[in-house]
């Protein structure tokens, strides 16, 4: 079994930055491209961004992107999301996911393992 470990959420105010780690173990897995997505609370679940494993393709939601950054370390099995200019619609738990798909990242149905989230929360 794979496990996913995030950390990196807390507190922050408004217009300040976090940065989330997630960090894979556990059985031999080579996914496709790891994930985060986030919900807030009384929400769905959402996509926020994604990266192929090769570090060659991200991509992003409209709400975060242009402060929001996706990076990966392959030889530390780790994904770091990397979130600047936070604002109160930021605030929820955040989740990350590895997938072995290559295609339809944004749908949390094409991920295969989850973390068990972190939560961040972005005061006015």
């Known amino acids: 079994q794979v496990q996913l470990a995030e950390s990196g959420g807390g507190l922050a105010q408004a217009g300040g930055s976090l940065r989330l780690s997630c960090t894979a173990s556990g059985r031999t897995f080579s996914s496709a491209a790891m994930g985060w997505f986030r919900q807030a609370p009384g929400k769905e679940r959402e996509f926020v961004a994604f990266i192929r494993r090769s570090g060659s393709n991200t991509y992003y939601a409209d709400s975060v992107k242009g402060r929001f950054a996706i990076s990966g370390d392959n030889a530390k099995n780790t994904v770091y999301l990397q979130m600047n200019t936070l604002k109160p619609e930021d605030t929820a738990v955040y989740y990350c996911?590895?997938?072995?798909?290559?295609?339809?990242?944004?749908?949390?149905?094409?991920?295969?393992?989850w973390g068990q989230g972190t939560q961040v929360a972005v005061s006015s």
């Open positions: 996911a590895a997938s072995k798909a290559y295609s339809s990242l944004y749908y949390s149905s094409r991920y295969d393992y």
